[in-house]
T-cell receptor, first 114, second 115 residues
Framework: DSGVTQTPKHLITATGQRVTLRCSPRSGDLSVYWYQQSLDQGLQFLIQ???????AKGNILERFSAQQFPDLHSELNLSSLELGDSALYFC?????????????FGPGTRLTVL | DAKTTQPNSMESNEEEPVHLPCNHS???????IHWYRQLPSQGPEYVIH???SNVNNRMASLAIAEDRKSSTLILHRATLRDAAVYYC????????????????FGKGTKLSVKP
């Protein structure tokens, strides 16, 4: 158990819908990262927050957004869903954001768009 | 970004040592070498990391070449539970450019362990 929790574990929805994925980082961790894993793209970084502020963006679509709340949990919002958004979404947390920091990953949310 | 090269797949027998290689010829002086693994249907899991010296922890050992252009993850006695995809990742001291510390995953090495 990494200490990072993600809800829900599974999500099945239809195209055009909007969903929210939730992540609670490990106690004391200030950085939260979101990653997407699909069969054809592998693990891709989406976005990072540090202590409530957005710090870096990766391959995140404009239809996707995220935020980190004062209690440090984070939510990833996916809207106007398409079939291609079906993937595993992982959240990771770390104390800081330096090169020597370890990231701890949650179990993921499996999103299926029908 | 400095890149890493790993074999696509490797096989090992249970209870034997496994040496997983990683080449990173363009590594810079401030890049940390990280290893993560991903077991089937699970999130990636931290294994070990180092900068210049060899490192040991309860999971594995990391051997870093003197010129730092390659490294080897060593599992001392492979178990069936070690069957996973292993990722070798470089992370700059302060994060890469506009990327503040996120991990850049390649395809990794898929390790199979035979009983």
């Amino acid at each position: 158990d990494s200490g990072v929790t993600q809800t829900p574990k599974h999500l099945i929805t239809a195209t055009g819908q909007r969903v929210t994925l939730r992540c609670s980082p490990r106690s004391g961790d200030l950085s939260v990262y979101w990653y997407q894993q699909s069969l054809d793209q592998g693990l891709q970084f989406l976005i990072q927050y540090y202590n409530g502020e957005e710090r870096a963006k990766g391959n995140i679509l404009e239809r996707f957004s995220a935020q980190q709340f004062p209690d440090l949990h984070s939510e990833l919002n996916l809207s106007s869903l398409e079939l291609g958004d079906s993937a595993l979404y992982f959240c990771a947390s770390s104390v800081g954001q330096g090169g020597g920091d370890t990231q701890y990953f949650g179990p993921g949310t499996r999103l299926t768009v029908l | 970004d400095a890149k890493t090269t790993q074999p696509n797949s490797m096989e090992s027998n249970e209870e034997e040592p496994v040496h997983l290689p990683c080449n990173h010829s363009t590594i810079s002086g401030t890049d940390y070498i990280h290893w993560y693994r991903q077991l089937p249907s699970q999130g990636p899991e931290y294994v070990i990391h180092g900068l210049t010296s060899n490192v040991n922890n309860r999971m594995a050992s990391l051997a870093i070449a003197e010129d730092r252009k390659s490294s080897t993850l060593i599992l001392h006695r492979a178990t069936l539970r070690d069957a996973a995809v292993y990722y070798c990742i470089l992370r700059a001291f302060g994060g890469y450019g506009g990327s503040q510390g996120n991990l850049i995953f390649g395809k990794g090495t898929k390790l199979s362990v035979k009983p």
